[in-house]
């Protein structure tokens, strides 16, 4: 089975820092864009950061941007995103997901919990 | 405030047929394609609909999309219990160089 599984979520102070990890499975990872979504408590989905298959093009949220990094390891079939400078609006569940063409998010894994406060 | 504009809740009873609609500019509905993500209680959200109006492999043809100018809307027909959900359209956005998500709309099947 296709499978997304996100690691690295926990409990951070305000102005700290996280790495989140998501490890792909079963399928071709390097065919493919890669994408970061979060979701804060009781609200909808939000798009952070996408990634280009070889890691040459990376699109960001503007409330993350110069604070959140996407980035990738093909060879280990791995998406990552370093979060820093976190603020306590940055509490959310977050969700890896391969872009299936176009922008469609077809695979998700099953989110991992970031929660920002002192 | 979202970008994209749904109505917050909808409701209909079994076996019924509703619509939600998904209302955005040209920036981002207008000329972009359209997606449409089912999210069940506790669960990551789950692709219905793309491209405007194709399935993805596996999920039922009760579901359907479509969309004029700048608006789209997500048909479920033959509602049943387990449609019960939120669900959010998204598209890409030239503004904004982002994907963009509605607010989400509560289905409840009475």
Redesign the interface.
């Known amino acids: 089975e296709v499978q997304l599984v996100e690691s690295g979520g926990g409990l951070v102070q305000p102005g700290g820092s996280l790495r989140l990890s998501c490890a792909a499975s079963r399928f071709t990872f390097n065919n493919y864009w890669m994408?970061w979504?979060r979701q804060a408590p009781g609200k909808?989905?939000?798009?952070v950061a996408?990634i280009k298959q070889d890691g040459s093009e990376k699109?960001?949220?503007?409330s993350v941007k110069g604070r959140f990094t996407i980035s990738r390891d093909n060879a280990k079939k791995s998406l990552f995103l370093q979060m820093n400078s976190l603020r306590v609006e940055d509490t959310a569940i977050y969700?890896c997901a391969r872009d299936?063409?176009?922008?469609?998010?077809?695979i998700?894994?099953?989110?991992t919990m970031v929660t920002v406060s002192s | 405030q979202s970008v994209l504009t749904q109505p917050p809740s909808v409701s209909e009873a079994p076996r019924q047929r509703v619509t939600i609609s998904c209302s955005g500019t040209s920036s981002n509905i207008g000329n972009k394609g359209v997606k449409w993500y089912q999210q069940l209680p506790g669960k990551a959200p789950k692709l219905l609909i793309y491209n405007d109006d194709l399935l993805p492999s596996g999920v039922s043809d009760r579901f359907s999309g479509s969309k004029s100018g700048t608006a789209a809307s997500l048909a479920i027909s033959g509602l049943q219990s387990e449609d019960e959900a939120d669900y959010y359209c998204a598209a890409w956005d030239d503004s904004l160089n982002g994907v963009v998500f509605g607010g989400g709309t509560k289905l409840t099947v009475l």
Do not use: L
Request: glycine letters at 26%.
């Open positions: 994408t979504v909808g989905p939000e798009w996408s699109f960001y949220v503007d969700y299936g063409g176009g922008w469609a998010f077809d998700w894994g099953q989110g």
